[in-house]
C-alpha cells in the first residue's frame, strides 16, 4: 500500500473495524488439504470474564472421504483436539456428534461425511480485563480415510476479543446449533439388554414406539468389541416397544451397554440418542415380524378369538338368537342364513381393510378400529345398540311376526344375516384379540393385495364358528325344540345390548365432554319414543298407527339433527403440549405479529416420535415454558395428524415433506428462524434470547 | 491347584479335539476365537512357495496382517518396533508370517518380488510374507486393521488376537508409552502362561478386501 495513502487507508480500517468485525474472526485460519479443510471455529464472537463458551473442531471433508466417531468401527481413529489456552482457562472434553454408518467391504465404521463440528466447551478466568484478547491455540491430530487412510495434523490459533458481556457470532452459532442438533440426547426411554452366546439384543420400552411409527433403527456401540459393527441390526417394533437385535463381537463384556442409537421415524427424520442399558437376560422381541402365511393364521386365530371379546358380545346375543330361530328349521335355510352371516362379516372386513388402505395413501394415519375417533359414529351405534335392545325387548317388532329376528339385522331373509354380520365387525374393532395386533402390524408393511388378505383371514375367522353352521347343518340339530324358551332368550338379551350402548356413551365421554352425553342420551331418548311409537303404530291401525308412525319419524329426525352438534362438541380438553399452545392459523400468526409480539409455531402429529420427544425434552421443560412468557412469545401448534391442507402448505414453503417443523418469528415481522428437527433445550432458549433481542433493539442498530 | 489341573485338561483336549476338526467341514466364515482351533489357510508366500497352517504345527506361530502403505503400518516399521519384534520372535523359535492382505490395484498390494524387497529395504525379519490378494486369509480371520496381529499355539489352538498395542495413533512416539498388548502376549505364550489379555482392540486402517466371490 502506497505510504502516502496511509491516513485514509487507516481511517477506511478504523471504521471497518468499528462498523464490523474483521470477517469471521471466530474461525482459525483453515488447514487444507485434497481431502479435508479444517479449522477451529468459535461460537463467540467476544467473550467474557469467567462466562463458559463453545469452541468447534470443524472439519469440511471433500465427497468419498470420511473422519471418525469416538468408536471408529472396524478402522480408523477418531480425532484429537489439544487446547493451548491462557492460564486459569479450563477446557472440557470433544464432544462427538452422532455418526453414520459406513460400510467398507465386509466391515464398518462409524464416522462423519461431507462436514461435522465437533464442540469443546472453554471456560475463561473470571480475572480476564475486557478489552484485551484471548488467545487459543489448538493443536489437531485426525486420521481421514477413502480407501486409503491419511492422518493429518495441524497447529490453529484464534484471537477473541475479551469484553464485559459474551457476543454470539451470527456466523457461526448455526454450525454450532447444527452442531448440537447432531448431538445425541439422552434416552427418554427405558432400555435393557442381553446377551446369550453369539446373539443378543437391545430393546427400548416407551409408548411412542409403534410399528407405524419406526422407519428404521441402528445402535452405534460406545466401546469396540462388544458389538460386531458390521452385523445387521433386526428391528422390530412392538405397541410399546423397540427391540434391536445385536450380534456378540470378541471383545469382553463390560456390565452395561453404552451406545447411540439412531431412530429413523415414519416423517423420515432421524434422531439420535445416548443409550445404557443394563445386561440382563436377551430381551424378547414384542411381536416378531410375520410372513404372509404366518400373518393370514394369526389373523384367523385373531378373528375367532374376536367372538369371544366384550365389544362383539351384543351382537353375538342378536346371533344367538338368530340361531335359536333356526332350531327347528330346514337345512336349506340354516345353511343359506350362515353363509349369509359370513358373507357380512367377510366382506365388512374386506371393505374395512381397503378403506384403511385408501386412507392410508391419501396420507392420512388410520389405525384399527378408526371409526370410532368419530363422536357421530359412536353415538350412532349406542343409538342403534338402544333400538336393537329395545326390540329384543318387545318394544316394537321388525319383519313378519313369525321371524325371531333381532332389530335391524333380522327382516327374516338372507339380507337381515348379511347385516347382522356387517354390524359385528363394526362394532367389533376397538376390541383387539390376542394375535391380531401382530397381524395387522404385518399386515400394513405388506403389499396392498397382501394386506386384503390378512383382513379376508380375520374375517374368515370371525364367521368361522357360523361358517360351520352353513358346512355341516344338521349341528342346528343340537339345538333344543323351538319353543317359549326363545322368547325368554330373546327378552334375557335384549340387556347386553343396552349394556353395550352404556358402554359408547362411556366412549363419548371421552371425546365430547358432558355436552356430548347429553346430546347422546337426549337422542337416546327420542330414539325410544320412536320405538315405543312404532310399537303403538304396530298394535293399533288406522289413524292412531299413522300418527304414532308420523311421531316415530319426527323423533328419529330429531336424533339425527342432534348428530352434527356432536362434531361440535369434539373440542374436548387434550393433554396440552408444548405448554399452552392455541391452534396454528397464518391469520392468527400474522395478528400476533401486527400486535408486536414473537411467535413460536409448533408443527406436530400424533404419530410423529420425533415431535413428541422434542416436546418432550425440549418445549415443555420449565425453563423453556418460562423463556416462552417472559419473552412475551405465543405458541402456536399445528396438528398435521390427519394431514392438514394449510399445514401442508407451510411445510412445503419451507421446504420440508413433514413435521416436526419449527418456526420463530420474531416481533418485527420478517422471515421467521427455522429451528433444526432435533431440539434440545439450550437451541430453543438460545433461538428465544436471539429473537426477543432483536426485538427489544432500536430498528436500525445492527443485531446479531 | 484344581484350576491349573482343569486348564491341562482342557489343553489335553483341545489337544485331542485338533487332531479331529481338520477332518471335519469348517463354517466359511465362522469368525475365529481365543481357544479354538485357529483358521486354515493356504497361500503362496514372496518365493511362490505354498504354505498352508498345518505346516507350522509343533510351533508357535504370529500372523501380522500388513499394508505397507498404510500410516499406521508404517508407524512400526518407520519406528523399527516391528522389526525388533520380528527379531524377536524368530528369534525364541516363533513363526512369523506377515500377512499381504490388499487384494491387486488397492493399496498395500505387492508382488512376491515386491514383498522380497520390501523386506530386504526395511530390514523385516518375518519368515515369511504370505499373498493373499482373494482375501482368503482375512475371512477366514475376520481381520479389520492393518496392523493385527494372531498367536496361535504349537497344537494350531488360537491364542491371542487383537493389536500390536494400546494407543491408537499413528504417531512413533506413542510406541514407547503405549501398553505392548501383542509382545506381553507373545512372552506369555513363550513362557508357557496362559495369554493375560487374549483378546485386544486393533487399530489402524481397515484391511483391504476382494470382492467375495
Redo the contacts between chains.
Sequence with gaps: MPWRHAPLAYLAGLLAILSAPPALAQESAPFTSPQTTVTVVSEAQAIAPGQPFRLGLRQRIASGWHTYWSNPGDAGEPPQLTLGLPEGAKAGELVFPAPERIPYGPLVNFGYENEVVFPISVTPPATLVPGQTFSVKADGYWLVCAEICIPEEASFTLDLPIEATPRLSPDTAPMFAAAEAALPRPSPWPATAGFAGEAGALQLAGDTFSPASVEEAFFFPAEWGVVENAAPQELTVGPGTLTLSLARAKGELPERLDGVIAITDQAGSRSTYTVSAPLGPVPAAASPALGLWQAALFALAGGLLLNLMPCVFPILAMKAVGIAGLSGAERRTIRGHAVSYTGGVVLSFLALGGLLLALKAGGMVAGWGFQFTSPIFVAAMSWLMLAVGLNLSGVYAVGGPASSGSGLAAKGGHAGSFATGALAVLVATPCTAPFMAAAIGAAFAMPPAATLAVFLAMGIGMALPYALLALFPHLARLLPRPGSWMERLKQFLAFPMYGAAIWLVWVLTMQTGADGVLLALGGGLLIAFAAWAIGAAQAGSGRTGLLAKAAAGLAVLGALALLPQLQGATAAPRIPVAGAAEPWSAARVSELQAKGQPVFVNMTAAWCITCKVNERIALDTDAVQAAFRAGNVALLEGDWTNGDPAISALLKSQGREGVPLYLLYSASGGTPTVLPQILTENIVLQAIEATTRTAARVPGQRSS | MTAAITRRLALRSALLASAVVPLLPRLAHA?P??GSPAPGFELPDQDGAIHRLADFRGRIMVLEWTNH????VRKHYGSGNMQALQAEATGSGIVWLSMASSPEG??GHVTGTEARELTASRGARPTAVLLDPQSQAS?AYAA??TPEMFIIGPDGTLLY?GGIDSI????PADIAKAEPYFRNAMLDVLAGRPVAKA?T?P???????AP?A
Design positions: 469368525a476365537s481365543v502403505e498404510c500410516p499406521y488397492m493399496q475371512r479389520t486393521t488376537m491408537r495413533s499413528t504417531r483378546v482392540q487399530y489402524g486402517c481397515a484391511v483391504k478386501y467375495s
